[in-house]
T-cell receptor, first 113, second 115 residues
Framework: DTEVTQTPKHLVMGMTNKKSLKCEQH?????MYWYKQKAKKPPELMFV???????INESVPSRFSPECPNSSLLNLHLHALQPEDSALYLC????????????FGQGTRLTVV | AQSVSQHNHHVILSEAASLELGCNYS??????LFWYVQYPGQHLQLLLK??????LVKGIKGFEAEFIKSKFSFNLRKPSVQWSDTAEYFC?????????????FGKGTTLSVSS
């Protein structure tokens, strides 16, 4: 199994809603990532978890809250988002997080209304 | 901090033409370099990677890249493109942070291949 699975595929939420994005991998990878991708732009790093501990936070606003319940799961909790937060949110994983390749999920297309 | 730059924003080719997409990285030490492709509506897929050793790297779907340390470059090539190669191509470097590493992407090149 070389897949990173993200749910939901699409999400529409109001600015006062609370929602969560989920990501799962069963490749035994110990590093997991959240990226944000706007249309026609490259993925931008948001968070990195290494061995279930938050290791990198790229100055992301607190309305985005990551969580890594175990080595296979990664969540992104969303609260009080703004319309400009509408984007494709990508989850990725890598074996060790020390320079190896990352495997990406198909993403969650988020629209904030 | 490490970064990558891609000079070609949009490349338009006819089928069977040769392809070369430029990528330059900024870090002067040891780097891991990658090319990813994003087909319309699909997830990012790894085309090829360079960690060390032979500077000419072969990847999937007939793509190859050459690591030239003196030029800080890692250009992607394909001798003959197909319509199915239409996609967004991203060069990436593994950037070191205080507590870990993560991929940092170039701005991407949109490749349009006409049949």
């Amino acid at each position: 199994d070389t897949e990173v699975t993200q749910t939901p595929k699409h999400l529409v939420m109001g600015m006062t809603n609370k929602k969560s994005l989920k990501c799962e991998q069963h490749m035994g990878h110990r590093a997991m990532y959240w990226y944000k991708q706007k249309a026609k732009k490259p993925p931008e790093l948001m968070f990195v978890y290494s061995y279930e501990k938050l290791s990198i936070n790229e100055s992301v606003p607190s309305r985005f809250s990551p969580e890594c319940p175990n080595s296979s799961l990664l969540n992104l909790h969303l609260h009080a988002l703004q319309p400009e937060d509408s984007a494709l949110y990508l989850c990725a994983s890598s074996l060790s997080g020390t320079g190896d390749e990352a495997f990406f999920g198909q993403g969650t297309r988020l629209t904030v209304v | 901090a490490q970064s990558v730059s891609q000079h070609n924003h949009h490349v338009i080719l006819s089928e069977a033409a040769s392809l070369e997409l430029g990528c330059n990285y900024s870090y002067g030490g040891t780097v891991n370099l990658f090319w990813y492709v994003q087909y319309p509506g699909q997830h990012l897929q790894l085309l090829l990677k360079y960690f060390s050793g032979d500077p000419l790297v072969k990847g999937i779907k007939g793509f190859e890249a050459e690591f030239i340390k003196s030029k800080f470059s890692f250009n992607l090539r394909k001798p003959s493109v197909q319509w199915s190669d239409t996609a967004e191509y991203f060069c990436a470097v593994n950037a070191a942070y205080q507590a870990g590493t993560a991929l940092i992407f170039g701005k991407g090149t949109t490749l349009s291949v006409s049949s």
